[in-house]
């Protein structure tokens, strides 16, 4: 008998990331290790395997629910690689069947990326450290640097994966308070579309000493220079509107939790520079005030309680996947108006002192719509990553120039990232060419028509053909990861298109007695084909067999039944197969079936 899949649901804030993600925002942060030594990949392989025996819920793949996305436990062995993208590409393809996180290294650095639906950075920082751990432990045995334990023994696997969202979620009320429009940076786009790494390492020892001579936190004071840094971009009229910063708070710090998943939520201080309060301490005197008034206990638990409530509405969770997703996009789209920049504190990374003087330091930044600063520190280095898609770096250039007023100076590593290998864009290409070829032939034959034949109309004719066939190239393109779901579109396709253009020239019923049950019993042996190839599980290829079934049983004995099918022997022979591959899966994988749309149905 096949092996349980076990499964989970996605926590609050993984549901935004699996539903906002693509190309150009593709929600994944990395964290990295920079140490005094180069990389050996085939070390840095074992380490990575040891890891995953402490973590196994990184051992996760996305997949696709009728209501929701989950995350199910996969046998992927991911293999570490030199550094050969851009950092924070795209880890999540929609239809293919990948890991969520990927471990890199280039020179003496060790990267970890990661899809925020993932975890996050509190995740994310102990998976590393474990990582780090373990191949210092594995280039250093003979010197006698011992294995030293990094984690609780008695946290369970259950514990790394309990969603404190819904365990720490208690129904309040909150008044709705209208937010102001915030600032927006309205510089613009690098040509190159890259993203714009900008690092530069302070001292620990002085941001702290400043911070405390003028009575705040690291954070605060660091939150105020940012402010500053974006209020010298601004224009006398964009004061109008108040410089917004979104700063995560790990929820962990209020709640007791050891989950590995998600478990953070944010506040957003905004400044008006219009009232004639526009200098540092007045800045830094609001940034107290609010973190003092926002970061308590029950502010925290209304502001998370409040994103899970929305969750569990009723409506919400009811609707289809696709439809939620739109409404989640257009939300976080609406949203961003209200956000000038993002500052994430990642804190400090801590190590056992024996492995400290193999490490130079840590650093952290993240793929980001906006610009985004991400901060974290080893020891007496503080490493601050800025990230945008701008060309200009004037705000970066003010936050450091407001650092040096303040007695504090950043030190500017040389940048250590080999030339990103883009292929993908050849293909696009290729696609852009062939679409537009597809169209000028459309606009030549309605010319040719139009000249000499100009009675008739036979180039629409022609034009849904070259359409047709251009949207089944974009399907098996866009959908080429998944051969099985790639059959279902094709399905649609054909059956649809072929009907349509039935009905288009006077109705001679070809569509129903031949093109919709051969399409039907071409892809359902097609499906059983490609699960033989393939060796795919049953809880893998399960959910297309059910639907290519079902699409071939109801839909040929609908028009049976109701007279629109003349030549019935191809019909009968479709909902027989189709029939025979359904009750096939309800006797033989009865249990798998359950499972399966127990997940796919979960609310």
Not at 65 to 79: A, D, I, K, M, Q
Not at 132 to 153: A, F, M, Q, R, V
Not at 580 to 591: A, G, P, V, Y
Request: glycine letters at 4%.
């Amino acid at each position: 008998m096949p092996k349980r899949a076990h499964w989970r649901k996605l926590d609050n804030a993984a549901k935004l990331y699996s539903a906002t993600s693509n190309k150009k925002d593709t929600r994944v942060f990395r964290f990295y290790c920079i140490l005094k030594e180069d990389i050996d990949p085939r070390k840095l392989q074992e380490a990575l395997d040891k890891t995953l025996l402490v973590y196994p819920v990184f051992l996760s793949v996305m997949r696709k629910g009728l209501f929701w996305h989950y995350l199910e436990n996969s046998t992927l062995h991911p293999e570490v690689v030199k550094e050969h993208r851009e950092p924070c590409s795209t880890l999540y393809i929609r239809d293919k069947r990948t890991l969520l996180f990927e471990v890199t290294y280039f020179k003496n650095r060790i990267n970890l990326e990661v899809f925020h639906a993932l975890t996050d950075g509190t995740g994310a920082t102990e998976f590393l450290r474990e990582l780090i751990k373990n191949y210092l432990c594995l280039s250093h045995k003979s010197e006698g640097l011992s294995d030293i334990s990094l984690t609780d023994p008695d946290i369970t696997i259950q514990d790394q994966e309990n969603d404190s969202f819904s365990k720490y979620y208690t129904k309040m009320q909150k008044p709705k308070e209208k937010k102001p429009k915030a600032v927006q940076i309205k510089n613009l786009q690098r040509e190159t579309g890259l993203l714009n790494i900008d690092e530069r390492i302070l001292s620990v020892k002085y941001v702290l000493a400043r911070s405390r001579e003028l009575g705040v936190s690291m954070t605060v004071f660091l939150t105020a220079v940012y402010m500053m840094a974006i209020h010298q971009e601004m224009s006398h009229r964009q004061e109008k509107d108040p410089v917004v910063l979104m700063i995560p708070v790990n929820l962990r710090k209020f709640f007791p939790s050891n989950s590995m998943l998600n478990f953070f939520n944010w506040i957003e201080p905004g400044y008006h520079f219009d009232k004639g309060r526009d200098t540092f301490e007045d800045v830094l005197i609001y940034v107290k005030e609010y973190f003092n008034t926002e970061l308590t206990l029950e502010q925290v638990s209304r502001h998370m309680s409040e994103l899970v409530a929305l969750e569990m509405h009723p409506v919400l969770r009811l609707a289809p996947l696709e439809l939620k997703n739109l409404c989640i996009r257009a939300g976080a789209y609406y949203a961003e108006k209200y956000v000038t920049a993002i500052f994430s504190n990642m804190s400090a990374v801590h190590m056992p002192e024996a492995y400290s003087p193999y490490i130079e330091r840590f650093g952290v930044f993240t793929n980001t719509p906006k610009m985004e600063l991400c901060v974290c520190s080893f020891e007496d280095k503080l490493s601050l990553g800025f990230t945008s898609r701008y060309e200009t770096t004037n705000i970066q250039r003010n936050f450091y120039r407001i650092l040096e007023e303040q007695g504090i100076h950043a030190e500017k590593p040389e940048p250590e990232y080999p030339e990103p290998d883009v292929p993908r864009k050849l293909k696009v290409r290729i696609f852009h060419i062939y679409s537009f070829i597809c169209l000028a032939a459309i606009l030549a034959f309605i010319a040719l028509n139009f000249m000499f034949h100009p009675k008739t109309h036979w180039s629409l004719f022609t034009a849904a053909g070259i359409g047709s066939m251009w949207l089944a190239t974009w399907i098996g393109v866009s959908k080429r990861y998944n051969l099985m779901k790639n059959l279902m579109w094709q399905l649609i396709l054909m059956s649809a298109g072929s009907f349509l253009w039935d009905l288009s020239t006077g109705w001679h019923g070809w569509s129903v007695d031949f093109i919709l049950p051969a399409v039907c019993i071409s892809v359902s042996l097609s499906l059983l084909i490609i699960a033989k190839i393939q060796g795919q599980s049953a809880r893998e290829y399960m959910i297309y067999f059910v639907m290519s079934g079902l699409y071939g049983t109801i839909l040929p004995l609908i028009l049976l039944l109701a007279g629109v099918t003349k030549f019935q022997i191809l019909s009968l022979v479709c909902i027989i197969v189709c029939s025979l591959i359904l009750l096939s899966l309800l006797i033989f994988r009865w249990k798998e079936l359950q499972e399966e749309m127990k997940k796919k149905f979960h609310v």
